[in-house]
């Protein structure tokens, strides 16, 4: 199988016979070639007595923490190789995770993104509103989540506007005239979720003012820890939301920078979806066996896309519930799932860190 193949599989049309059968052979080609590639993850095969010419089941794959990330520069390339360096927003004092992507990886990661975007958005781009300020994006070729994230979303719009200030205040000028002009036609908003509820909708009510934004599309991620903290959930985001500017169609998503490219979208049922080209395992934390249908436990997530560092097979620091596979309501094909937050103790990440609150 070509390396590149999954880039044309049908996002959510596979059944989970033929989802486990291509996802196993692309991900035992990705062990070996970071077994080779990478002395750091050679190691850690070492250590787990995992022998790679041997083919494993998607439980098998082994996982690499997450964490280790923060703490070593870990890349399948040579540093001649490196195209751009993305990096986790992380909070004061925390290290950020480094993840070195090569032009390969790169462009894996920019059209599996295409791929599932599309099917929310569908492929014509929309007039874009952005809930943030242009100076994120500066740097192109050193990124954090948070730039990363609105330069590869801002793909899918035109004629964007950005709603704040770079001191973070909302240019309420600028969003009021996108919205006059756009009235009438289907518009594309994103931003990461704390900064939606903290510089957005916290500013309209303060200010007594309502948006018509009843043709858009809302997707959003990040900062779901802070605001559970202050006891917002989904629900509460969604109505608020939904009050100070008409939107319907809000769509949260979970992913990371470590595995970007392979997010996980909210359906209508409320339910975070995985793509046929990424899958998430599970694992009880006493002995990280696999935790059954409708079980809490630590979630693994493995995808095609990472070729040039071993971020294929990921344990997070995240709590999740797999809540059943080819059955949504949506209509969906594969697993889907909700996110509790964070494993207790766990290192808390940034708001751009792409995390989602409860969903049920």
Not at 49 to 58: F, G, I, Q, R, Y
Not at 122 to 140: A, E, Q, S, Y
Not at 179 to 189: A, G, W
Not at 223 to 241: C, H, M, P, S, Y
Request: hydrophobic share 40%; with cysteine; proline share 4%.
């Amino acid at each position: 199988m070509q390396t590149n193949e999954f880039l044309n599989w049908p996002i959510y049309s596979f059944s989970k016979e033929e989802k486990r059968t291509r996802l196993e052979e692309l991900l035992h080609s990705l062990t070996v070639h970071h077994s080779i590639s990478c002395n750091l993850y050679e190691n850690l095969l070492a250590a787990r007595d995992v022998k790679v010419e041997n083919k494993l089941s998607l439980e098998k794959v082994p996982f690499f923490p997450v964490r280790l990330f923060k703490l070593f520069h870990i890349q399948s390339i040579n540093n001649k190789d490196v195209f751009k360096v993305l990096t986790s927003s992380g909070t004061t004092g925390q290290v950020p995770s480094k993840i070195f992507l090569d032009k390969e990886t790169s462009n894996f990661q920019t059209h599996a993104l295409v791929k599932i975007v599309q099917e929310f958005l569908g492929k014509n781009r929309l007039p874009m509103l952005i809930i943030d300020h242009p100076n994120v994006i500066k740097d192109r070729n050193n990124f954090s989540a948070r730039g990363a994230g609105i330069l590869g979303l801002s793909n899918f719009g035109r004629e964007h506007v950005y709603a704040l200030n770079e001191d973070m205040s909302l240019n309420i000028d600028a969003v009021n005239d996108f919205c006059e002009r756009h009235k009438n036609t289907n518009t594309f908003v994103f931003g990461f979720t704390f900064i939606i509820w903290q510089n957005f909708v916290l500013e309209l009510e303060r200010l007594n003012f309502s948006l018509n934004l009843q043709n858009s599309i809302f997707l959003h991620s990040g900062g779901w820890k802070k605001l559970q903290d202050i006891a917002v959930d989904n629900f509460t985001f969604k109505e608020r939301l939904n009050k100070v500017c008409g939107v319907k169609k809000i769509h949260n998503f979970y992913g990371m920078v470590e595995q970007v490219g392979s997010i996980f979208v909210e359906c209508i049922q409320g339910y975070l979806h995985t793509p046929a080209f990424a899958e998430i395992l599970v694992r009880d934390p006493l002995d990280w066996s696999i935790k059954p249908n409708g079980e809490m436990g630590v979630v693994q997530v493995l995808s095609c896309i990472p070729k040039s560092y071993p971020g294929h097979s990921l344990l997070t620091e995240d709590l999740g519930t797999i809540h059943g596979e080819d059955n949504c309501k949506c209509g969906r094909l594969g697993k889907y799932f909700e996110i509790h937050g964070r494993i207790p103790r766990a290192e808390v990440r940034g708001c751009s860190d792409t995390q989602v609150s409860p969903t049920k």
